[in-house]
């Protein structure tokens, strides 16, 4: 009994200890946001269609951003010739442009990310890397470049859904590995599609304008709040973050 009684005492403590800390969890986009990589994405991308003879602006490839580079594949492939493109044709060229994208050097890390990281991790809150990637170079600088930030297995990646961004299922596994509901989720994006998944998720959806496409485009998609910039994004979190505990 006196046991008992103790056990009870120390979870009454425990709960008194953390009951002012409901669970959130982070779900964070790579590109664009932890690595300032889009302008090698968009250029690998030019190149491997060019090669192809496909002459598309590069600045087009800003808008497929968040796409599983198959889906991309595919989407120009059907806009041409009418039809799917057969799954070896599309790793092929999926092959070449991922060649071109690391040959293009190392990819820096973007401003603002680690102090947005670190006020994700100080306050607590679970964090998963959600990505439409694939590319093994990127993700596996992640620990190396951010450590201490995603625990092992906490990332979602190409390889890991049936249907990437735009679909909201990228986030929704996302919050499900963190173990929260996606109304317990902040997403940050760069890019419009990327937005629309974290909303079609039902998480709250921060957009940071990191790229070459105008803020009208992230209204368009509702995205919840809108930055010019990470380092920008990073000095307001801890704001953000507890006014959003507090909304729990
Ligand atoms: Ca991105």
Redo the contacts with the bound molecule.
Sequence with gaps: MAEQRKYITFAAVMRQQYSDTPACGALI?????LYDS?KYHTLAWHQMMLEYGFDIPRDEFYLY??MTGKATINLLWQRRYGKDCDEQKISEMYHRKTELFNALGRKEKMEGAAAMLEAFRDAGWRRVLVTGSSQQSLLEKISADYPGIFLPGMRVTALDVNHGKPSPEPYLKGAELAGLKPSQCIVV???PL?VKAGKAAGCFTVAVTTGPIPREEFEKVNADMIFPSMPEFARQLPMIIANFEERQ
Excluded: F, L, Q, Y
Aim: aromatic share 0%; charged share 35%; net charge negative.
């Design positions: 986009d790579m590109d664009g946001v889009m951003e968040g994006e760069n890019a990327g």
